[in-house]
């Protein structure tokens, strides 16, 4: 590889940034216009033009498959092992870090990872020893309280009383939750940033050691940085000029979550020196789908503003798909991708992406019936699973007795005759005592007084854990989770649950054996050289919590890819279905009143349009199932900001498309000429002959209504009902 062949395949802008001196360095771009790109290859161009040891480059990026896919094109434009690059999220690198640096952190060596859904659960536990009432303090709210704290570097003995009794609550609440937390060694996901910044903040040696180490660092997806992840990189980067970031404003979807998109400004004054490059050209989308998100976006307020063009052609415009309900969308979408896939193309170019995670089931069933592999990222992942949860519970108490979360998880799971009344005896030892449920378990039985049968059913689950950790020692990571699957009776419980999907438990368990088969702790973004003393089981938990989802499939399988909009970011696929668009849910309910979060979801949109390559398909549902709840949402406010010109709807009977009218009320959509009429004679397959009473809607849409000689009144699809007119 020599120096030319790292930038002659860029335009000047690009070459200018990934050419500059050292500097800060802020590139600041619309969709598509090759970010990334130039982040990669500045990467590659340090190391190889510049001499920068891997091992001194920093890349932070915001989801593994992002950080994963950053890895595989630089080890591709170099023909190097990028092993020894730190890359990895924001949470992966302050994972690394703690790791590494766990006494200076103040954590125990030990100390596990919680996702949210454990979280939420060491909340409500903490409300009920308090006794507060869920439904006045309610977990959710206090988990969301506690996090963004969190996110903003503030602990609670940060928060002075403000006279307040309302916050005095909280963060009592708070204190007692990180006072349990570092009890157990149990560290939640905003957790793992604040401590990591504290780390650094707090001790001289370490911080310095990291400044020299990272001769370059690099920031992807700059504008979703939160209060303390930008304080973290200051702190990396102080005194120093060589951080590198790329963002745009417009992609800016975590405000909710606390991300601050004002972290552009204060970057251009902290770093006075500072250089901006703007990009514009767009290498990815066709001049449809990028004139259509332009025109998106352009509806939003106070934007830094930018206007991408592109030198390929207009391409097909956007398809639009009114269906009938969230059925027929899911039908009309793996319909399209068996015939894309016919035409040749890859299923892994391909991705159905949706607002909320609930609605990829429906999507799910029809891919299954097809036979069409897919993955799901985000949602119920693998990790998240009941089953799947139990059974890691089992192997970090095995490794940490400590650990509560875990413990209250598979006390009595399997049932094994622990009570509510013990379980509450054993809380009210450990907060009395400050210690953990494992330490108050022991003091309960030796202090005797319960009853022999309670007394015998805890002692078991006792000597169970014990026998447990003394029954694994030296074997191989694969066999002890087998060991603990079997010996903890997880795989007989699910065995003998018939109704609740207990098969497919035992499937997931199964799968989780496997996927401790081919862990490989080499491959863990995390893991370098000095994480050896780190046991295989802890990187296997902690990975678990991390990267959950990442082991569903192998990501060479050719899959048709399932995620949220917010986990496409960065993404980019030849096929893209935008699915569900339809006021209520995209625009989320939630942000219709709100101008700011109304915003926030537009850029959603425009993230969403702009991950698509050649082909868009948008769809929408005339009325939806969702949340147990059936509805008749409107399209989406946000089709009307979509000039006709770039969008056709889809007819799935007529030969001819036609310019979209949906984004005209629904009451003055043209209507197409049926091929029916009123009064009409008819004859179904099924049914029989009838008359014509009614027809609605138009399109695949269209719906019949016939008086059967035989059955009577019905309402038909038109599209499905293969009549014949007599
Ligand atoms: P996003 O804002 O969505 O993260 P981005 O600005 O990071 O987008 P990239 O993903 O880096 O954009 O690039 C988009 C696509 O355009 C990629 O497929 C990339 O390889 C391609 N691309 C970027 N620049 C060029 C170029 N100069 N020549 C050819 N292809 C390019
Ligand atoms: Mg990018």
Redesign the pocket.
């Known amino acids: 590889m020599d120096v030319t062949s790292i930038i002659d ?3 000047d802008a ?1 070459r200018a940034a990934v050419t500059a001196p050292s500097q800060p360095m802020l590139v600041l ?12 290859h500045r990467i590659a161009w340090q190391i190889q033009v510049l001499g920068v040891p891997a091992h001194s480059i920093l890349a932070v990026t915001f989801t593994n498959k992002a950080a994963k896919e950053m890895r595989g094109r630089i080890e591709e434009l170099l023909n190097i092992s990028a092993q020894p690059l730190w890359i990895g999220t924001f949470h992966g690198i302050a994972h690394r870090l703690l790791r590494r640096h766990a006494k200076q952190a103040k954590l125990p060596e030990t100390f596990q990872v919680m996702d949210s859904s454990d979280q939420l659960r060491v909340i409500k536990r903490l409300l009920a020893s308090l006794n507060l009432d869920e439904a006045k303090w309610p977990a959710k709210q206090m988990l969301w309280y506690i996090n963004a704290q969190k996110d903003e570097g503030v602990r609670a003995r940060h928060i002075a009383d403000s006279g307040d009794m309302l916050q005095r609550q909280m963060v009592t609440i708070y204190r007692a939750y990180e006072e349990l937390c570092d009890r157990s060694g149990l560290v939640d996901f905003a957790e793992l940033l604040l401590r990591a910044h504290e780390l650094l903040r707090d001790n001289e040696d370490v911080l310095a050691f990291y400044q020299q180490r990272f001769r370059q660092v690099h920031v ?2 700059f504008q979703d940085t939160n209060t303390i992840q930008y304080a973290w990189l200051r702190l990396l980067t102080q005194g120093k000029d060589n951080i590198f970031v ?1 963002g ?1 404003d417009d ?1 800016s979807i975590y405000g909710w979550r606390g991300a601050k998109i004002e972290n552009i400004y204060s970057f251009q004054k902290h770093y006075p020196n500072h250089q901006v490059i703007k ?1 514009e ?4 989308s066709t001049g449809n789908i990028l004139k259509a998100a332009n025109k998106v976006i352009a509806n939003n307020d106070g934007r830094m503003g930018k206007e991408l063009w592109t030198e390929s052609g207009d391409g097909e415009p956007i398809a639009l798909y009114a269906a009938f309900n969230e059925q027929d969308e899911a039908h009309f979408v793996v319909e399209r991708i068996r015939s894309w896939v016919n035409d040749g193309g890859m299923r892994s170019d391909v991705a159905i992406l949706y607002r909320s995670n609930a609605q990829s089931r429906q999507f799910e069933e029809k891919l299954m019936t097809t036979g069409t592999p897919y993955r799901v990222y985000g949602g119920l992942r693998f990790f998240e699973r009941a089953e799947i949860k139990n059974a890691l519970a089992y192997l970090r108490l095995t490794s940490n007795r400590h650990d509560d979360a875990s413990f209250e998880r598979v006390i009595n799971t399997p049932t094994r005759g622990i009570g509510a009344k013990t379980l509450d005896e054993i809380r009210n030892i450990a907060r009395d005592r400050a210690v953990s449920l494992w330490t108050a378990a022991i003091a309960l039985l030796t202090q005797g007084g319960m009853s022999a049968r309670a007394g015998n059913a805890l002692d078991a689950f006792l000597i169970l854990i014990k026998q447990l950790d003394t029954d694994t020692v030296g074997l191989e990571l694969f066999e002890k989770v087998q060991l603990v699957v079997e010996k903890s009776q997880l795989i007989e419980l699910y065995k003998k649950d018939k109704a609740d999907k207990g098969e497919e438990k035992v499937e997931n368990l199964e799968e989780l054996v496997n996927a401790a088969r081919l862990f490989d702790k080499a491959s863990v973004q995390m893991v370098d050289e000095n994480d050896a003393n780190l046991s295989e089981l802890d990187m296997f938990l902690a990975n678990a919590a991390l990267e959950a989802g990442d082991m569903q499939g192998d990501d060479f399988d050719d899959c048709v890819q399932l995620m949220t909009l917010h986990s496409a ?4 696929f030849k096929l893209v279905f935008l699915v569900g668009v339809e006021e209520g849910l995209f625009p989320s309910q939630q942000s219709v009143d709100d101008v700011g979060r109304l915003e926030e979801e537009r850029r959603l949109c425009y ?1 969403g349009m ?2 698509a ?1 050649q082909h868009l398909y948008i769809t929408y549902a005339e009325s939806r199932r969702l949340y147990g709840r059936e509805s008749y949402p409107r399209p989406s406010r946000f089709l009307r900001e979509i000039p006709a010109e770039h969008m056709q709807e889809v007819r799935l009977r007529a030969s001819v498309s036609r310019p979209a009218t949906v984004v005209k009320p629904r009451s003055g959509s043209i209507q197409m000429p049926s091929r029916y009429k009123l009064g009409q004679r008819v004859s179904h397959v099924k049914f029989g002959e009838g008359v014509v009473l009614q027809l609605e809607g138009e399109g695949a849409q269209e719906r019949i209504q016939i008086n059967f000689k035989q059955v009577g009144i019905k309402w038909l699809i038109v599209s499905m009902a293969q009549l014949d007119v007599l």
């Open positions: 395949s860029l335009n690009q771009a619309g969709a598509g216009s090759g970010k990334t790109r130039v982040l990669v992807d997806e790329v745009d992609q990009l050209q767009n290498y990815r970011k960065g993404l980019e993230v702009t991950r390559m």
